[in-house]
């Protein structure tokens, strides 16, 4: 199975920019679907979106699309989940998640252990 560990979390302030990366162990990480869920405190899992294998392709959800974006780097093993305009409702643990395959991700193969975003006035 793929490893995953997110990184790049931390303290932003309302308006700023954040980074998020994602280490896969997989030596084979073209094969996977990548995407980024995000779980704010006392609600549901959030589902922001998916990058194809090639990295050609992307998928963002309505309510951060305009404002957060995806991208990988497939010779590093690295997707990377970049938000701007941060709005204090994004605050959350955000996990890096993994499909293997061509796929539509609706209940992800794997996860990583989830990095916390807190966005302040």
């Known amino acids: 199975q793929v490893q995953l560990a997110e990184s790049g979390g931390g303290l932003v302030q309302v308006g700023g920019s954040l980074r998020l990366s994602c280490a896969a162990s997989?030596?084979?990480?073209?094969?996977?679907?990548m995407g980024w869920v995000r779980q704010a405190p006392g609600k549901e899992r959030e589902f922001l979106g998916q990058?194809?294998?090639?990295?050609?392709?992307?998928y963002i959800v309505n309510s951060v699309k305009g404002r957060f974006s995806m991208s990988r780097d497939n010779a590093k093993n690295t997707v990377y989940l970049q938000m701007n305009s941060l709005k204090l409702e994004d605050t959350a643990v955000y996990y890096c998640?993994?499909?293997?395959?061509?796929?539509?991700?609706?209940?992800?193969?794997?996860w990583g252990q989830g990095t916390q975003v807190t966005v302040s006035s």
């Open positions: 990058i194809s294998q090639s990295g050609r392709s992307t």
């Open positions: 997989e030596s084979t990480f073209t094969e996977y679907t």
């Open positions: 998640v993994a499909s293997h395959g061509n796929v539509r991700i609706s209940r992800p193969d794997y």
